[in-house]
Every structure is written in structure tokens, then in C-alpha cells.
């Protein structure tokens, strides 16, 4: 089955210094990734996608994440962390019978400190 | 485009009472996914929507919840008889079509069993 294990559950940082937020996932094949964003009192909100086109996929609000088949990993990064981006950040596969269901890790709390 | 509605946005009821959710998705979008997601846990999904058709239900879903979308644009979910364990965020997402189309979330509700 289709997973993804997020290695961190916090991950504290201070603003300006880079962010690194680690997601591997198990699958049989090229999956479909993403990573969202959930901030507190709000609906979640998709950062960026990997969908089998560049490895080094681009985001909103400066995050990217590079797709690597020989690690199996997803990892999100940013250069330099702003303190707007302190919020709760799930990476998700969708599952291969079904790509409309996503399957969320268990999430990463990133505190950013001044 | 208002982005997807939930109400309400917290709800609290007592052991065994009922319990109705609604969910207004983004207009035009054609697909609905529910999702609930406990503390401290990624969002599981639940089951979703092709207009008005239910296409899939999750093994989660237990006989006492029932989802509808009756004239393929709101939906509601309903809990019968709930349970302490029934305490949850509950999301809803809307997408225009299939694939890797991006899910847009609602805020959710929170329900609360005592």
C-alpha cells in the first residue's frame, strides 16, 4: 500500500536560517506527491506537486522539494524561514488505484523563532 | 469564488445524539472528498463525490455515517448514534475534476462528543 512516513514531527528554526522538513514514501512505482500546508484556524492549502514531470518541483511562498527515486524521499526546503511559516505541513501521496484519495503523513509542526 | 464552506465550524454533542456537517465546494468544482483527521494525525479520507454520485467509501466509514450530495453541489455528513470516538476535525475538499487536480480544503468542523 501506498504510505508516506514524515521523519520529523517538530522541527524548530530561526527566522532567516534554511528549512529542511523530511518525507520518504513507499510505493510500487512513480507516485503522485505533494506537500500541503495546514495553518491554525484555516483549510489546508497545497504548496506544491510532483506529478512525474522535473524532479525539482517549485512552490508558493518560496518552498520547493526535490523528488528522489533512489531515496525514495520528497523532502521540503526552504532557503530562508519566515516567521508567517510556522504552521503544521503534511506531505501526501495519492493512492494508485484511486489518485483522486490522498494519503497524508502524520505532519511536521514547524516553529520559527526570531 | 468564495473558496469551500463547512458548517458549522464546531459542534458539540452528547453520546449517542446525531449530528449533521455541511459542505459548500468551490462552484463549477465537480468532485467532493470528506476527510476527518484526529490529533496529532494526518487527515484520512473518508469517502467522495462525482457530481452526485458516491464513488468510494472508506472501510473508516462505519454504517452509522452517511455522506450525500443530492443535487451535486453541497454536501452534508451525517453521524448517527455518535460515539466518543467519533470526535474529530472533519474536512471537506472540492476539485474540478480527476487525477492530480489540487483538492481545495474547508476549515472543517470540529466535533466533540462528550
Known amino acids: 500500500a501506498q504510505s508516506v512516513t514524515q521523519l520529523d514531527s517538530h522541527v524548530s528554526v530561526s527566522e532567516g536560517t534554511p528549512v529542511l522538513l523530511r518525507c520518504n514514501y513507499s510505493?510500487?512505482?512513480?507516485?503522485?506527491l505533494f506537500w500541503y500546508v495546514q495553518h491554525p484556524n484555516k483549510g489546508l492549502q497545497l504548496l506544491l506537486k510532483?506529478?512525474?514531470?522535473?524532479?525539482l518541483v517549485k512552490g508558493i511562498n518560496g518552498f520547493e522539494a526535490e523528488f528522489k527515486k533512489s531515496e525514495t524521499s520528497f523532502h521540503l526546503t526552504k532557503p530562508s524561514a519566515h516567521m508567517s511559516d510556522a504552521a503544521e505541513y503534511f506531505c501526501?501521496?495519492?493512492?494508485?488505484?484511486?489518485?483522486?484519495?490522498?494519503?497524508f503523513g502524520t505532519g511536521t509542526r514547524l516553529q520559527v523563532f526570531p | 469564488d468564495t473558496g469551500v464552506s463547512q458548517n458549522p465550524r464546531h459542534k458539540i454533542t452528547k453520546r449517542g445524539q446525531n449530528v449533521t456537517f455541511r459542505c459548500d465546494p468551490i462552484?463549477?468544482?465537480?468532485?467532493l472528498y470528506w476527510y476527518r483527521q484526529t490529533l496529532g494525525q494526518g487527515p484520512e479520507f473518508l469517502t467522495y463525490?462525482?457530481?452526485?454520485?458516491?464513488?468510494?467509501k472508506s472501510r473508516l466509514l462505519s454504517d452509522r455515517f452517511s455522506a450525500e450530495r443530492p443535487k451535486g453541489s453541497f454536501s452534508t455528513l451525517e453521524i448517527q448514534r455518535t460515539e466518543q470516538g467519533d470526535s474529530a476535525m472533519y474536512l471537506c475538499?472540492?476539485?474540478?475534476?480527476?487525477?492530480?487536480?489540487?483538492?481545495?480544503f474547508g476549515p472543517g468542523t470540529r466535533l466533540t462528543v462528550t
Open positions: 475538499a472540492s476539485s474540478l475534476g480527476q487525477g492530480t487536480d489540487e483538492q481545495y
Open positions: 510505493s510500487s512505482y512513480s507516485p503522485s
Open positions: 510532483y506529478t512525474s514531470a522535473a524532479t
Open positions: 501526501v501521496v495519492s493512492d494508485p488505484g484511486n489518485t483522486d484519495k490522498l494519503i
Open positions: 462552484s463549477e468544482h465537480n468532485r
Open positions: 463525490f462525482q457530481n452526485e454520485a458516491q464513488l468510494e
